[in-house]
């Protein structure tokens, strides 16, 4: 009989203790989820430079398609 008033206070510190791992989970997989957004943003700042790159390259290999078959 002296054991069921600590059975309340059991199931409280368990809930407490379980809720508590939720809670940290939350926190890392939020944590997790901000730095690959973070980099999937700073990686969207480089794809107009890119973008560019490739526009600008294809222009000088047309300007030097063009420059050999003129040149023929």
């Given amino acids: 009989m002296k054991l069921l008033p ?3 206070v059991f199931l409280l510190l368990l809930t407490t203790l379980l809720g508590g791992c939720g809670v940290s ?4 997989v939020a ?3 901000g730095a690959a957004k973070a980099k999937e943003a ?3 700042k480089n ?3 890119q973008v560019q790159g ?4 294809a ?7 063009r420059e050999t078959a003129e040149s023929r």
Avoid: S
């Fill in 54 to 57: 490739k526009l600008d390259d």
């Fill in 59 to 65: 222009a000088k290999l047309a300007e030097q398609k």
């Fill in 25 to 28: 989970e939350t926190a890392t």
């Fill in 42 to 44: 700073e990686q969207a």
């Fill in 47 to 49: 794809v107009p430079a």
């Fill in 31 to 33: 944590a997790t989820v």
């Fill in 6 to 8: 600590l059975r309340p």
